[in-house]
């Protein structure tokens, strides 16, 4: 066969997974929570498949869970999509990035990722014979480069993918960027995926801006995002996708002969546990304290965090203990400490020498602390 993907291998956060499994090490790596979820939403789960809720969903997902999260979109971030047009329940959000971008990409068209970018995007781009345009975030704070993107459209552009909070580096957008965007998409086919999975893990008071609150934003995107971050179930892959309904109607046309319905049971579940705003509204004060009780453990070590503003991801730089590249130097930790993290590269199309690794913090507070225990002896 000829391969879609050449030079492409295992993603990285199964390659990571798989060797701190193998060698009995600490897994900070790839993103899950290590503790329980709760009792409530298991319960829920239990009840609708006693109830008989086990067969196809319709096509788009269960309406209860799809009203639900039309009403979360609209108290928090007064815009309306209706359930029945707008929204679609996917297989996790990874589901609704790959149909979204097919949608959107034909072969010769160029889609804007910004880089570190999550490992999904490039490659969904490529499958559909498209072009990634690869832009770096600009250090100290991952910001975008605005006078650079502009550079970048072409007659050719048709996506800009944006991810706020942003894995790996938890930088999230501003009211600037969101200016910014409107100014090149108002008047160009040019369209937009936004991933919004860590909506609801925003720290230090901040309040989570979604593409969704720009109207001229709004008629022009895929708003992604996923209840595995949210309530701590990413084995349970659901998520959803929001979009203007000629946008929506192209993306059931994908969705339906790509898995057809999702999970029905856990669809109704969900349903049931968002009518409690608290469940999601306190995730984020949650991770803030795992954070910050991270952050509090390392400050003597030799690792240096970079500001993480979202997600529940943090960036080490590493440079006073090592002037190995970050794959090798991951690969030693695992060795020699037995904490696996993830190296930046993979999130990058090109060679850098960033000596930065992420770690995933939704960790319970017992390993955090052997983690750090074992990172401050370098
Ligand atoms: N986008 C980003 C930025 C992510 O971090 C993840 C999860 N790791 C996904 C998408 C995929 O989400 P899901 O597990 O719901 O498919
Ligand atoms: N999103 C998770 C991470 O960034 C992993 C998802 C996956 O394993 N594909 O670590």
Redesign the pocket.
């Known amino acids: 066969i000829k391969s879609k993907l050449k030079n492409i291998g295992m993603s990285i956060f199964a390659v990571m997974t798989k060797l701190a499994n193998e060698k009995n090490a600490i897994n900070l790596s790839q993103?899950f929570p290590d503790f329980d979820i709760s009792p409530k939403l298991i319960e829920f789960v239990n009840h609708f498949m006693k109830d008989g809720k086990n067969q196809y969903a319709p096509m788009p997902g269960v309406p209860e869970l799809r009203k639900m999260v039309s009403s979360k979109i609209e108290k928090l971030y007064n815009c309306k999509y209706d359930f029945e047009s707008d929204i679609t329940i996917t297989v996790?959000?990874?589901?609704a990035?790959y149909t979204a971008i097919s949608v959107l990409i034909n072969p010769g068209d160029e889609a804007i990722i910004f880089e570190p970018a999550?490992d999904?995007y490039a490659p969904s781009v490529i499958v559909n014979g498209g072009k990634p345009i690869y832009i770096s975030l600009q250090l100290p704070d991952f910001s975008i480069p605005w006078s650079e993107v502009n550079s970048a459209i072409t007659s050719k552009t048709k996506l800009i993918i944006i991810?706020s909070p942003h894995?790996p580096t938890g930088a999230v957008i501003s009211q600037d960027d969101i200016n910014e965007l409107e100014r090149i998409v108002r008047d160009r086919n040019i369209f937009i995926i936004s991933?919004e999975?860590?909506e609801h893990i925003v720290f230090d008071g901040n309040k989570h801006i979604s593409i969704s609150e720009s109207e001229i934003l709004r008629n022009k995107s895929f708003v992604i995002s996923?209840f595995?971050?949210t309530f701590h179930t990413?084995g349970w892959?659901i998520?959803y996708c929001a979009a203007q309904k000629i946008l929506t109607e192209e993306f059931r046309k994908l969705h339906q002969f790509i898995v057809f319905a999702v999970n029905t049971p856990i669809q109704y579940a969900y349903a049931e546990f968002l009518k409690d705003e608290k469940n999601y509204l306190d995730v984020s004060s949650f991770y803030q304290k795992k954070r910050d009780f991270f952050l509090e453990l390392i400050k003597d070590s030799k690792f240096k965090p970079l500001h993480s503003k979202g997600t529940y991801f943090q960036l080490l730089d590493y440079s006073q203990i090592s002037d190995k590249d970050d794959f090798n130097f991951a690969f030693e930790l695992i060795e020699n400490i037995k904490v696996a993290v993830i190296p930046l590269s993979p999130f990058y199309s090109r060679q850098n020498d960033n000596k930065l690794v992420r770690i995933c913090f939704a960790k319970k507070d017992e390993v955090l602390y052997e983690a750090s225990q074992r990172m401050k002896k370098l």
């Open positions: 993103g996790g959000a990874t589901q990035l999550y999904s991810n894995n991933d999975v860590y996923s595995g971050k990413t892959k998520g």
